[in-house]
């Protein structure tokens, strides 16, 4: 679909959230220069798509609607073409009002729409594309039926990295389709799915596969180097919190290394979970301090956990070990992230599942339903209690540190176990 340089990988980012300043409404290109970018100027479609991830999110249907009204060329009706077959629904409706403002019985616009009818993007995507073919000339109006012959593309490794504290993980696919090999790595977040999306194509294994080597494989993170299916549960999961600030190049990356009809899911245990999880008290909350233990970056770092600590010390030795702070950090503070804690919980528990480790997954699964039942939303609880205990004592560790190098001492270092 897309034209690539025969000899040179071709290498594109995309950020929804990145650094740069969104374009505001007076910046936008007008819309026949943009057209005329599509058509001479960007090499693939990937590349305005990447453009489109600096516009401001508000902004970018109106740049998609007047599309419509500028004259039909190839670039443009690809453009449009992709964007529906996207995530972003607010960007798809835009892109298929433009494309109907352009003439069906140009050869372009017909097999758009056209694939859009056996692509099944959504019904009424189907149906507007269906609608579409009917009512011109060309004898396609039951084609739709015959679903259209397309190189399969074939995802053969992922590469996923453990979720961090602040709920962001990192996931690579590499795949092989129509004769070109292609890499991506998502940036995911738990509560915004995908924030960030890049990746490289051409005709060379080593190129797409070093790709994502650099981005994953260098990354201080824990990474399980496996099968791409794992990769793919866990970004059909991230595709479910999809929204406006997504970047547009998402849907695209997503097609490249999994093809086309990749659906949002939940995840969910791949293994049952033990009945009822009937452990004591005391044996949850060992568990807890277990799990939290092979999570070392998963405490809060807010300015309510340092002020409840620094004010923890003036009472006990170890802000921890205060009741009443954990009672204040729960309520302001962690009852409101119990959703994030699942989502995050439920990742690891799928990664742990895939890295061989069981007893670390069945332990995430488990603590995962558990937060998902509002009866367990207290500051008693044995993971909300030990994951508050430790992130004030951890706050209060860096006050007593800078201190002491404030002092000229040297930084205090809790002993192993």
């Given at each position: 679909m897309d034209s690539v340089p025969k000899n040179q990988n071709t290498v594109i980012v995309a950020s929804g959230t990145g650094?740069?300043?969104?374009?505001?409404?007076?910046?936008?290109?007008?819309?026949?220069?943009?057209?005329?970018?599509?058509?001479?100027?960007f090499p693939d479609v990937a590349t305005p798509l990447e453009f489109l991830g600096g516009v401001d999110p508000e902004l970018r249907g109106l740049l998609v609607?007047?599309?419509?009204?500028?004259?039909?060329?190839?670039?443009?009706?690809?453009?449009?073409?992709?964007?529906i077959r996207g995530y972003d629904p607010r960007l798809r409706l835009a892109a298929l009002g433009a494309l109907g403002k352009h003439n069906s019985e140009i050869p372009e616009v017909a097999e758009a729409w056209f694939d859009l009818a056996t692509y099944q993007v959504n019904e009424a995507t189907s149906l507007a594309a269906k609608r579409a073919i009917s009512g011109g000339s060309h004898d396609l109006a039951m084609q739709w039926r015959v679903p259209a012959l397309r190189p399969a593309v074939q995802p053969v490794r992922g590469l996923v990295t453990a979720m961090d504290g602040t709920g962001r993980a990192l996931?690579?696919?590499?795949?092989?389709?129509?004769?070109?090999?292609?890499?991506?790595?998502?940036?995911?977040?738990?509560?915004?799915?995908?924030?960030?999306?890049?990746?490289?194509?051409?005709?060379?294994?080593?190129?797409?596969?070093?790709?994502?080597?650099?981005?994953?494989?260098?990354?201080?993170?824990?990474?399980?180097?496996?099968?791409a299916g794992l990769a793919v549960e866990l970004l059909r999961a991230a595709l479910t919190?999809?929204?406006?600030?997504?970047?547009?190049?998402?849907?695209?990356?997503?097609?490249?290394?999994?093809?086309?009809?990749?659906?949002?899911?939940?995840?969910?245990?791949?293994?049952?979970?033990?009945?009822?999880?009937?452990?004591?008290?005391?044996?949850?909350?060992?568990?807890a301090v277990e799990?939290?233990?092979?999570?070392?970056?998963?405490?809060?770092?807010?300015?309510?956990?340092?002020s409840l600590a620094s004010?923890?010390?003036?009472?006990?030795?170890?802000?921890?070990?205060?009741?009443?702070?954990?009672?204040?950090?729960?309520?302001?503070?962690?009852?409101?992230?119990?959703?994030?804690y699942r989502r995050m919980l439920t990742w690891m528990g799928v990664y742990?599942?895939?890295?061989?480790?069981?007893?670390f997954s069945q332990l995430?699964?488990?603590?995962?339903?558990?937060?998902?039942?509002?009866?367990?939303?207290?500051?008693?609880?044995?993971?909300?209690?030990?994951?508050?205990?430790?992130?004030?004592?951890?706050?209060?560790?860096?006050?007593?540190?800078?201190?002491?190098?404030?002092?000229?001492?040297s930084a205090y270092k809790r002993p192993e176990g």
């Open positions: 650094p740069s300043p969104a374009l505001a409404v007076e910046a936008l290109p007008p819309v026949e220069a943009f057209a005329l970018l599509l058509e001479q100027v609607e007047r599309l419509g009204l500028v004259e039909t060329g190839p670039g443009v009706v690809r453009f449009l073409h992709v964007l996931m690579g696919l590499l795949a092989e389709g129509g004769g070109k090999w292609v890499g991506a790595v998502f940036d995911c977040d738990v509560e915004l799915g995908v924030v960030q999306v890049g990746g490289v194509e051409g005709p060379e294994r080593l190129g797409a596969l070093g790709y994502l080597e650099d981005r994953l494989l260098n990354s201080s993170r824990d990474l399980c180097d496996g099968t919190q999809v929204g406006p600030s997504s970047p547009p190049a998402l849907g695209y990356w997503v097609e490249r290394v999994c093809g086309k009809g990749v659906t949002p899911a939940r995840l969910r245990s791949p293994a049952p979970l033990r009945p009822g999880g009937h452990d004591s008290p005391r044996i949850m909350a060992d568990h799990l939290l233990d092979a999570l070392p970056g998963w405490w809060e770092d807010d300015p309510l956990t340092e004010e923890a010390v003036l009472r006990v030795a170890d802000p921890g070990d205060d009741p009443g702070a954990i009672r204040i950090l729960f309520e302001r503070r962690l009852v409101h992230r119990l959703e994030r742990w599942y895939a890295s061989k480790e069981p007893m995430a699964f488990e603590f995962a339903a558990q937060l998902d039942d509002p009866q367990n939303a207290v500051p008693r609880h044995p993971w909300i209690a030990e994951y508050a205990r430790r992130s004030l004592r951890l706050a209060g560790e860096r006050q007593v540190n800078a201190a002491r190098v404030a002092s000229g001492l």
